[in-house]
């Protein structure tokens, strides 16, 4: 009783198919060109997370390093602030 009103015949139904078949052909496409471009979104993810980590390593090790060479600096001027009270005291020795 239900299915006669919809269904009326063979012709009808290819018909309803066809359209059907020519309206979700767009979409379908659509969806296999994401999926054919998903490898190369992920590859780009990747990328980026792997920047990411770059940056954070080389922040860490600037955070270890910063500190050995500010004692390499202060090592260097107090050895050359010795150098130099050791001339000055030369100097007055030799004076003297």
Excluded: Q, W
Excluded at 45 to 65: A, K, P, R, Y
């Amino acid at each position: 009783m239900f299915v006669t009103p919809i269904i009326k015949s063979g012709p009808e139904i290819n018909a309803f198919a066809f359209k059907t078949v020519n309206f979700a052909s767009p979409m379908i496409n659509s969806v296999l060109e994401i999926l054919d471009s998903a490898p190369e979104m992920i590859d780009s993810g990747f990328h980026m997370v792997n920047c990411e980590l770059e940056t954070i390593i080389s922040g860490v090790h600037m955070i270890i390093v910063k500190p050995s060479i500010t004692i390499s600096v202060l090592v260097a001027v107090f050895l050359r602030t010795e150098i130099i009270i050791d001339a000055i005291v030369a100097v007055f020795s030799m004076a003297i």
